[in-house]
């Protein structure tokens, strides 16, 4: 059985390893430390304490300060989006539709370029590119996003000519969404684009752009009178 280590132990021990507490400062937690320091070369531990604290509340500050960021940011795009799919719906036209999303909702949403992409019909399609409309290569969709997937967030890229077309020289960031519209129309992309190359990123929420394109296929169906997609 261990004997049991004394006072002196254990001051002598701290003579002999003086960077003993700052090698292990959390040991300073547990301890109760004199109000002030007392006597020459004695040293008041509350200080290490106090600086703990200081760090420990700028920490805490500065999470505080980037999750309001955070939520001022959240609810301004959503509002944004929301400010989007009012212009939408309130569309007189299919023409003015399509407008409004190549055109308006760039402004709304606070940028650059926004595109709706369009594969080349295959025979026996029934909806064929409008004007404002891009058409993409046969299968252009899927190699981008893949044969499931449904968005595509990227930064820091080089625009595509066959995707922004004249604007692509702007674009430093990119969002690609999918547009499941009909079984009877050719597969289409919702594209927006950013001259900030950290506007869109992996990892950045996607519910928002989900809903607005979601939205974008209702309404597409709605003016083209065609059946959802099954």
């Not at 009012?86 to 409004?100: C, D, G, K, P, Y």
């Not at 064929?128 to 595509?152: F, H, M, R, W």
């Not at 690609?176 to 594209?191: G, H, M």
């Amino acid at each position: 059985m261990a004997l049991p280590v004394s006072n002196d132990q254990v001051a002598a021990y701290l003579r002999r390893h003086p960077d003993f507490l700052a090698d292990n400062p959390e040991l300073l937690d547990l301890q109760h430390p004199p109000a002030r320091a007392q006597g020459k070369g004695i040293v008041d531990l509350q200080q290490f304490q106090v600086q703990r604290l200081r760090d420990e509340v700028g920490s805490l500050t500065s999470l505080r300060d980037e999750l309001i960021a955070a939520g001022r940011s959240n609810l301004s795009t959503q509002s944004r989006v929301h400010q989007a799919i009012l212009a939408i719906l309130n569309a007189r036209s299919f023409e003015q539709f399509v407008e409004t999303i190549t055109t308006d909702m760039s402004a709304i949403l606070d940028l650059d370029v926004v595109t709706i992409g369009v594969e080349k019909a295959e025979p026996g399609g029934t909806w064929q590119p409008t004007a404002g409309v891009y058409c993409l290569e046969a299968g252009s969709i899927d190699k981008l996003l893949g044969p499931n997937g449904s968005i595509l967030l990227r930064e820091t890229v080089t625009g595509d000519p066959a995707i922004f077309d004249g604007a692509a020289g702007l674009v430093r960031s990119d969002a690609l969404i999918r547009l499941k519209i009909s079984d009877t129309t050719p597969p289409a992309l919702l594209a927006l684009g950013s001259r900030q190359s950290d506007a869109f990123h992996d990892g950045q929420g996607t519910e928002l752009l989900t809903f607005l394109s979601q939205v974008l296929e209702v309404t597409f169906r709605a003016w083209l009178h065609l059946p959802p997609k099954n």
